[in-house]
């Protein structure tokens, strides 16, 4: 198990700002944060850096304990790894089977990541997935009981991606602690398990698919309508609370949910989602477009008759105000 309690720590204008989660055996935590917050807890974990306040532990240990007693069977794989580039995939895994003194057969951990075809290629050949690929078989070697993973699926195809996360749910089913630090969302949310959102406000936790059902067995209790709103990734269905939509766009008659900078199509049309997030403060701006008001920061005017909306979010958005509903807007502000 690993526990973090009110950790603090501020480092330059890194903040990571009095989170608390647990990660228990059999589960995997998955956290939406910058590269900079992402480096710094990984070292807070792997006592590199000592926290201004709160407490670590792994597996009930407080980790500078843990790690002194167990660093061989951590894993850790950073979104930028340095190789033996002139090396083969091979040679490059007996290598490290040698240098972790590892009784684990490489080669098992070559197929399981799909290497074997690639065994005699040089490192400095492969392409950027193959390396992630690479880097994970190297890191079971050890056997890990903690493995921490930065981006393990960013920028990788439907394959590879799947390789990677088949491999996780392996080592979780294992009883292995599995920490996943990502910058995009929606990889958050496609790695399963429980997700959290870290920025220098704190921690937030993100309802997806597992965490954010609502109990419906409860006897002859009353039970709570609440709204989500569903979406589609690849196999799975996603449901969000209304308040973690930026916007909604629709395109070529699917409706695209923003959430933090990136896309997510929904099954219900605009007209639908209108009706569903009109009581969540969201305004059909024009015919294409549904807004979340508490995102607007300007309303920009460009002509008598263009105007578009800038929003608060992830990528500081601009949106398309149709004129006829500039008067509606207005009323709704009080301005």
């Avoid at 807070?44 to 306040?53: M, N, R, S």
């Avoid at 500081?316 to 709704?332: A, N, Q, W």
């Amino acid at each position: 198990m690993l526990e973090i309690s009110e950790l603090y720590k501020v480092k330059g204008d890194i903040v990571i700002n009095n989170i608390t989660f647990k990660v228990t055996k059999d589960n995997l935590i998955n956290i939406e944060c910058s590269d900079q917050i992402s480096d710094l807890l990984i070292d807070l974990i792997l006592d590199k850096e000592v926290p201004t306040k709160g407490n670590i532990y792994i597996h009930g240990e407080g980790n500078k304990t843990y790690i002194r007693k167990n660093m061989k069977h951590i894993g850790v794989v950073f979104r930028k790894e340095g190789f033996y580039e002139n090396m083969t995939v091979k040679s490059y895994m007996k290598f490290y089977k040698n240098i972790a003194n590892s009784k684990v057969n490489y080669k098992e951990m070559m197929a399981k990541l799909a290497l074997i075809d690639i065994e005699n290629t040089k490192i400095n050949k492969l392409t950027y997935s193959q390396k992630r690929r690479l880097s994970f078989a190297r890191e079971l070697l050890k056997e890990p009981k903690f493995l921490i993973f930065q981006e393990p699926i960013l920028n990788m195809d439907r394959y590879d991606a799947k390789l990677i996360i088949q491999n996780m749910d392996q080592l979780i089913s294992d009883g292995v602690i599995v920490v996943n630090t990502s910058v995009s969302f929606k990889d958050i949310l496609l790695l399963g398990g429980k997700s959290y959102s870290i920025d220098e406000n704190g921690l937030k936790e993100i309802q997806g698919e597992e965490n954010g059902q609502e109990e419906s067995d409860r006897g002859d209790e009353t039970v709570y309508k609440i709204e989500k709103i569903p979406a589609k990734i690849d196999e799975r269905m996603i449901l969000f609370d209304p308040m973690e939509i930026d916007y909604v766009e629709s395109e070529q008659g699917v409706s695209n949910l923003n959430i933090k900078g990136e896309k997510f199509p929904c099954m219900l049309p605009l007209t639908e989602l209108e009706k569903r997030l009109k009581h969540f403060g969201f305004f059909r701006c024009h015919r294409s477009y549904l807004v979340n008001l508490q995102r607007v920061r300007e309303v920009v005017m460009w002509t008598r008759n263009s105007y578009s909306l800038s929003l608060d979010d992830k990528t500081k958005s601009s949106i398309p105000l149709s004129k006829g509903r500039m008067k509606e807007l207005k009323d709704i502000l009080n301005i």
